[in-house]
């Protein structure tokens, strides 16, 4: 018994190891996936839907043709992530608005004043 097989082939480093089909997106390809996001949120947002997740019927009839562009152009994995986070950006938008209601003042990282940290003069 050898440390090594020769017999073995090593593996593209474009392949998934468990499928062997996983080709990562080209600058196109991830242009086109974020054109056809752009799309399909602004069809939700002006069929008034936040959480295509949670709304699937309602997504689906209103916006089928944009939904049906997203999920051709964009990895499912993408699809996913680009939904959640929609409703996450929303919610965090919300807690700001309400923080800034009750008087809330936003605070500089470190809390130390900001300076230029470069100086060409």
């Known amino acids: 018994m050898s440390w090594f097989r020769s017999s073995e082939k090593p593996q593209d480093v474009s392949s998934n190891p468990t499928t062997g089909d996983y080709k990562p997106m080209q600058r196109s390809e991830r242009k086109a996936c974020w054109e056809a996001r752009d799309s399909y949120f602004a069809c939700l947002d002006k069929n008034s839907i936040l959480d295509a997740l949670a709304e699937k019927d309602a997504a689906a009839k209103k916006c089928g043709s944009q939904s049906q562009r997203f999920e051709t152009d964009c990895a499912s994995s993408w699809i996913t992530y680009f939904k959640q986070k929609r409703v996450a950006d929303f919610d965090k938008e919300q807690r700001l608005r309400k923080l ?22």
Do not use: Q, S, T
């Open 100 to 121: 800034e209601a009750e008087g809330a003042v936003p605070m500089r990282a470190g809390g130390v004043e900001e300076k230029p940290v470069w100086k060409f003069w």
